[in-house]
């Protein structure tokens, strides 16, 4: 349920194409709230180590380095207190950046689970 741009991006890469990107504005037309905001970042991270087992040839990323991960996004906070020159917004990136490695650990544990 996550990673499937980079995915196609990948894929059509290695078949030689090139991509354009158009500088587009997309409007999603849905409530969103905190439970969504919470949801969406726990997807995105389990996407990606669906995406990372799918292409390293069925290895599972260490628990060692979605700790780092972690580490480094939270390190990157008071950068983007300066960044994005509005406290909110950059605690929220934050959040969503924690939330995104809770759900890597989570896709993690289940395919440990899996046997796979």
Known sequence: PA???HDLRVRVHALGYALLYLPLRVEHLRAYDWSSFRRQNITR?????????KNSGGHLTSYTRIGLRLAKRVVQIP??????RQTRMALLHGLANCYDAYGQV????LLDRAGQ
């Open 79 to 84: 950068v983007s207190l300066v960044t994005f």
């Open 106 to 109: 989570l896709e993690r544990r």
């Open 45 to 53: 991270g389990r996407g990606v180590i669906r995406w990372e087992y």
């Open 3 to 5: 990673a499937e741009d």
